[in-house]
């Protein structure tokens, strides 16, 4: 009999606890940084009961005493949760702009005419960045890179992108213009995007050149300026500079400079040669092509004057001369005597 009426006894209090229930659709939810969710909630209670109110609890750690926390009384939360349920069966909460910090037990909780029920389960919500890694992070040209998305969500489809840009593989060969910072997230929730990490492309200077600022003939006693130009990573280049004044003997070459210009204030005519900047990073180095230089002898506007006078006069002058000479013969023939006779006259008069 006893055994009888226990056994009614506790077929009455499943059927009120049945009655009194909160059911979580997932009550193990991933969600990533940044991202909203959806906590699907249904509750159900005796029909003759009617809901006065209801709220969302967060599970808190208050000086060392485990409680039920209202998210309204919780200013981190403040704006970031709205209740999507009603008075009746549904109880989903939506969080948005998820933290870190987010991560923990939420439990609901419901006021009718007779009691305050709250469940007794909880939705564990746990709140995860994505983790980017390059594998390794300084490559040099042509090396393999790997990009790697970690995260404990299995959410969808991991997509990259470098300083901004879509990134069409995560494993590659490394070229120069790979250099920059990498991000992974899920496809269509960029928000969730990971925090960026760098790779690296270390390669020797290209495409070195030397510019020259001369103006065709280079004249002797011009001034020219070499400046050699071309990229690399690390940045840092240095330059030397080489000579060589027979252009079919490579072994005739001399160092005439260093650093990224190399200036002749005044050039000579032994300066004629061809120059070849070399540019070094720490990856490597390499050279420029050949640069012709050819200095011309200076044509002085003065010394131009002094030959066109001397043409005039051994054009000019003998004519002159001849017709002056002539001239003069004629009466010279007459007046010889008085002009011998001037002569004695000057020497001895
Ligand atoms: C509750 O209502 C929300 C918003 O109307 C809806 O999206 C959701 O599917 C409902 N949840 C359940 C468990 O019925
Ligand atoms: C969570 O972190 C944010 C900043 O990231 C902070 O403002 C907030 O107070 C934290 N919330 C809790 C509950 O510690
Ligand atoms: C990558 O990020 C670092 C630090 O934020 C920055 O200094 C650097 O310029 C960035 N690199 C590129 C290629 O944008
Ligand atoms: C070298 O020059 C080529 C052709 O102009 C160009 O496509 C390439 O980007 C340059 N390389 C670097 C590292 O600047
Ligand atoms: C080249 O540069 C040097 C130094 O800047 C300058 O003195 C010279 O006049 C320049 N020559 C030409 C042809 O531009
Ligand atoms: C190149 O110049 C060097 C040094 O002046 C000399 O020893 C060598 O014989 C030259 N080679 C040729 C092919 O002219």
């Known amino acids: 009999m006893i055994q009888v009426l226990i056994l009614l006894l506790l077929q009455q209090a499943e059927k009120v606890s049945a009655a009194w229930s909160v059911t979580f659709e997932n009550p193990d939810i991933c969600a990533l940084r940044g991202s909203s969710v959806e906590i699907r909630c249904s509750y159900s209670y005796p029909d003759e009961e009617s809901v006065r109110g209801t709220a969302w609890d967060r599970g808190m750690n208050q000086n060392g005493v485990w409680e039920r926390v209202r998210l309204s009384g919780l200013p981190s939360y403040n704006g970031r949760f709205e209740y999507q349920g009603d008075h009746a069966h549904n109880c989903s909460l939506v969080l948005r702009d998820l933290q870190e910090n987010d991560t923990g037990y939420y439990y609901f909780w419901f006021d009718t005419d007779k009691f305050g029920r709250r469940s007794k389960t909880s939705v564990f919500l746990s709140v995860t960045g994505l983790r980017a890694t390059v594998r390794p992070d300084r490559v040099r040209l042509g090396d393999s890179v790997t990009l790697d998305c970690q995260t404990e969500c299995q959410n969808g489809k991991i997509i990259w992108f470098r300083d901004g840009r879509p990134v069409a593989e995560p494993t590659f060969q490394a070229q120069t213009t790979d250099t920059g910072n990498y991000s992974c997230a899920f496809e269509g929730l960029k928000s969730s995007q990971s925090d960026p990490v760098a790779l690296d492309v270390w390669y020797p200077p290209l495409n070195v050149s030397v510019e020259v600022n001369r103006s065709d003939p280079l004249l002797v006693g011009s001034s020219v300026t070499l400046t050699c130009r071309g990229s690399a990573s690390p940045a840092a280049i240095t330059y030397t500079w080489w000579y060589s004044s027979d252009v079919s003997n490579s072994s005739t070459e001399l160092q005439v400079g260093s650093g990224q210009v190399l200036s002749i204030s005044s050039v000579e005519l032994a300066h004629t040669g061809t120059y070849i900047c070399q540019?070094?990073?720490?990856?490597?180095?390499?050279?420029?092509?050949?640069?012709?230089?050819?200095?011309?002898?200076?044509?002085?506007?003065?010394?131009?004057?002094?030959?066109?006078?001397?043409?005039?006069?051994?054009?000019?002058?003998?004519?002159?001369?001849?017709?002056?000479?002539?001239?003069?013969?004629?009466?010279?023939?007459?007046?010889?005597?008085?002009?011998?006779?001037?002569?004695e006259n000057g020497i001895f008069g």
């Not at 054009?315 to 010279?332: G, M």
């Open 279 to 343: 540019a070094q990073n720490r990856a490597g180095q390499s050279r420029s092509a050949e640069l012709l230089l050819a200095v011309e002898e200076t044509v002085h506007p003065l010394i131009v004057l002094g030959i066109g006078i001397k043409v005039i006069i051994l054009l000019v002058l003998p004519p002159i001369l001849i017709w002056v000479w002539k001239c003069r013969s004629r009466p010279h023939a007459t007046n010889e005597e008085n002009t011998s006779n001037d002569y």
